[in-house]
Each structure stands twice: as C-alpha cells, then as structure tokens.
C-alpha cells in the first residue's frame, strides 16, 4: 500500500454497508468519468448547483478532490473572509476524515450551518416517528463532527431536498420553491458520538494489506454505486452457477439465515422447505439440471388469445429534475412507446410507435397517440411486468385527461402481464446464470427473452440499451447536451430500436409459450 489512509464522507457512508467496498474503492478505485447527462450523478450535479442559488453571495471551493490540501487552504481563506457568506464545497478534515460539504452557511454570532443537498423527494423512513434514513443520518453527521473537530462552531444542520409538488412554470427550476429544508441538528446527537468509534474501524480496515473477507450479497451490493456496486463482478467470480443468492423472494432473514446454516448452492436446499412455486422451481432445477415447464402453461395462456398487441412504454420515473414547463420533480412521465402484434398464425408484425420530440411534455401526445393505435380494438394487451410500468402509468394517464379516460381506461382494463406466466411455469439455466451476473431479478425479460428465443440478443442496440440509458438519452434530447459525436437525429433511431426490442422480445416469448403447449 502506498496511499495513507483516509475516509470521505461517502466512503463513511457506504463502509456502513460493506468495508470490502470500502477497501476495495480507496485501493481499486474505479476511474473518474464525467457523469452522463441525465445520469443519476449527473442529476445530482445540476440539484446541487440549484442550491447554491438560494446563497447568491456564497463562493465555490473549485480545486477538486485530488488537490486536496489546496482545497484546504482556500476553504480557510474563506472561513476567515467574514464578508463571505456560504461557501460552497468547503473541504474539511478531522483525524483521518475528509470531508467536502456542499454548503457551508455562516451564522451570526460566529456560528456555521451545515447544507446537504440531495435530488430525492424525502430523508425521513416512513415511520410512525419518521426519523432519518439510516444513510442521511450517517452523511450529515460526520460532517458535524469533522467540521467541529476542525474547530468550527456548527450551531446548525440541514437537508435540502426536492419538493416533489412543486410544478415547474419557467425554463429552470425556481430555486426557492424546488427544495423543502429539514433542520436536524438536534436528531444527531448519537450519531455525531458513534463517528469516531465508527470512523476508527474503518481506518482499521484500510490499514489491512488484503481486503476484508465479506460475503456478497444482491441485497447489500446493490445500493452500493449508480446500479450495482462497481466490484460485483470480482466479489462474485467464484460463486457457484447455482448460487443461492438468487432466491426468488426469500423473504426477511430467511437468505441470511440459509447462508448462516452454511448453505451456499441452491442444489443443497430440499425443495420442500421453499417459501414459494418460483423458489421451489429454482431448486429442483438446480438439482436435475433440466428445463422446466409447468404443465398449468396451457390453462394459463387462455388468458393471451391471439392475436394479440405486445406494448412497451418509455418513461421517466424518479427523475428529480424536470424537463418540462407543467411538470414536477419526480414524476412518472411517459415519452416513448412501441407496438407489434403477435398473429394467430405465430408472425409477428410491428404496429405502431411514438416518440416524443421533447420540446414541451408529451403525456397529452403519448396518449392521443396510444388511442389512436388501440382504440376500438379488442386483442389483449401483453407487456412485461405491466404492475412496474404499463399500468401505473396509464393510471396516471387517465387522472390527467379525463376528457380521454374511458379510452385509456379500455385499453387499460386489457392489459394482461406476460411476466407471471413465466414466472409460474418457466425455469432454465439461462435465468438463474444472468440473475448472478447483473444482480437483477430471475424473471427479467433480459433472461427469459434469449432463454426461449435461441440467438434472440440485446447486444446490437448500441448506446440505448436498456431502459435507464432511454431515460438519459431522452434527458439529453430535450436538452440538447448530446453525447460527443451523436446527432439528434442518430439518437432518435437509437431510442426508437431500442423501445421496439422489448415489445419484439415479448411477442417472441410468447409465440415460444404457445408453441410449446401445441
């Protein structure tokens, strides 16, 4: 080892949750790229300067995270500059722990407020008493008790987080009106005490010449970087092909508990002791290396005449920044759909598709043009775990236009969901192989698309490959701000691929189902 050991305040954060991730993101670092726009990371960036907004007089701490003894001494230039009133990205350090806080507000008297900015739309646990999320408590906390240990006099404490109500009615977010502002000082007192506890183990931890030797598990890796914590891959190499990790549904404990029993395959679990039909598959399937297919199959396609519509829709969801006037922070707003229908003679024909220009919100277009397509039909409408997306947001559709809810409601009340006929009667090694792999679900169309389909990919999409990089590419449209290289136009076709892949892949399952049960 040749660096000296130190802590920030997300690697504070997340060694809450895995000090092998810790370990492994200060020694194996992954290398910085410049967040995508519409990105996660990106998003949080734009929150984040909104903010300083609302301190007009504050400055910025430029230097960045590598040039950190610089970014020390301008932040105490500042903090003795008393005509400065915020200082923005303040770099702070106490016993090992460096910190960059993302607004430092000076009080009268010589006091400090500290500022945390996050894009989501609550910190609290949706509790009876609402404390803090585990997380939020955790980040603010070290701040104060790096900051005060730095010697400032932190009298104050406070998240700033979006107000989800708020509708945008101008091009930019209204700074004063985007965010809702929590002070939670006083909730802290506890935590700010376990830091230097915590904070020392941690350094422990880093101190080691190997990583700790920590058990992967999807539960915790997941919330561990933008999707999966970026060492999933290296942490799960030697895992076996049958990993009990992919259990379907587990339950609260129950994975733990096996794993503590020293259960580590599903080929040693008796499939009598499973929770559930899916988990109870997983494990015959494991132990007799065969495909399964129910034989309910067939009793359970009735509810899928041919011909029927195969429908996907593009969305944005959990999207703190809005994009159009009349929108608001993290709302559900559908700008793509596609369309095939499966024949009754097992051809496959692509229907119809739409995608929005992005120039103003597309909800009013997205549904006149999806009534447009369906209306006065009869065949059913098949997607792919329709309770996610299709559903909710045709729900969502018919509460804002009631002028077209008997339609949407019509083309709603059709929808049957693909994904719980395979769920109940399909299983095959491709499935479990794939949940491993991406730390996904078993049952995601990803899987059981090349599972049925023998040389069916996603691999010849290019940059719109799934849905999160629709809702980035989408992001970037309206903004303008495109990738290097990339046209409008090159990014259009990318997405209008990429959104009829999924209706094409549940036509295909499909056709692959009834052929099986004739």
């Known amino acids: 080892m040749h660096r ?58 430029a230097e960045v995270a590598y040039d950190h003894q610089k970014a020390l001494a301008r932040t105490q230039e500042l903090i003795d500059d008393p005509s400065v009133s915020a200082i923005f990205e303040a770099a702070v350090e106490h016993e090992g722990i460096r910190v960059r806080i993302d607004i430092l507000e000076r009080l ?39 900051a005060r240990g730095a010697g400032l006099n932190v009298q104050s404490a ?89 259990l379907y549904r587990p339950g609260r404990g129950k994975l733990q508990a096996l794993k503590g029993e020293g259960f580590d395959r599903l080929s040693e679990l008796d499939p009598e ?43 944005l969801s959990g999207v703190a920044w809005p994009l159009h006037i009349g929108t608001r922070p993290h709302q559900r707003a559908p700008f793509q759909f596609s369309a095939h229908r499966l024949n009754a003679d097992l051809t496959c024909d692509h229907i119809g598709e739409y995608l929005a220009e992005g120039h103003e919100d597309p909800a009013h277009e997205f549904a006149t043009r999806l009534v447009e397509l369906l209306k006065g039909e009869s065949e059913p409408i098949v997607a792919y775990a329709a309770p ?15 002028e077209m809810a008997t339609d949407l409601s019509a083309i709603k009340d059709r929808v049957v969901d693909l994904a719980v006929v395979v769920r109940k009667t399909f299983m095959h090694p491709l499935l479990i192989e794939k949940a491993i792999k991406t730390a ?46 990339v046209t409008r136009e090159a990014l259009r076709a990318s997405m209008l691929a990429s959104c009829k892949k999924d209706p094409e892949a549940t036509a295909l399952v499909h056709k692959a189902l009834v052929k099986l049960v004739t």
């Open 4 to 61: 000296e050991p130190y802590l920030s305040k997300s690697s504070y954060v997340g060694a809450h949750i895995c000090e092998r991730w810790l370990w492994k993101n200060f020694y194996n670092r992954p290398d910085h790229v410049e967040p995508i726009p519409g990105s996660g990371a990106d998003i949080g960036n734009r929150v984040g300067a909104l903010a300083q907004a609302l301190f007009p007089d504050g400055v910025l701490v």
């Open 108 to 146: 009268e008297g010589g006091g400090w407020g500290i500022r945390e900015v996050k894009s989501v739309g609550a910190v609290r646990k949706k509790t009876k008493y609402q404390p803090l999320e585990d997380q939020f408590a955790q980040d603010i906390a070290v701040q104060c008790w790096v």
């Open 158 to 246: 406070r998240y700033l987080y979006v107000n989800s109500d708020y509708v945008l009615d101008q091009q930019l977010p209204d700074p004063e009106k985007f965010f809702r502002q929590a002070e939670v000082l006083d909730e802290l007192d506890e935590e700010i005490e376990a830091v230097a506890k915590r904070a020392s183990q941690f350094l422990d931890v880093l101190m080691r010449s190997e990583e700790p030797d920590i058990e992967p598990a999807k539960s915790m890796c997941t919330k561990l970087g933008d999707r999966l914590c970026p060492f999933w891959h290296r942490c799960t190499e030697g895992k076996p092909e049958d990993w009990i990790d992919v």
């Open 273 to 315: 002791t499973a929770s559930n039909l899916e988990q109870q598959r997983m494990i015959v399937h494991a132990r007799h290396k065969k495909v399964i297919v129910e034989t309910e199959l067939a009793e359970l396609l009735k509810d899928f005449p041919l011909p029927a519509i195969h429908l996907d829709f593009e969305y």
């Open 388 to 402: 996610n997306a299709e559903l909710p947001v045709l729900k969502d559709l018919i509460d804002r236009f009631p």
């Open 440 to 485: 996904g679900s078993v049952f995601t169309l990803k899987s059981v698309a090349p599972a049925l389909v023998p040389g069916f990919s996603y691999e010849d999409l290019g940059v719109v490959s799934q849905g999160g990089a629709a809702v980035e590419a989408y992001f970037q449209m309206v903004t303008g701000e495109l990738p290097g290289g």
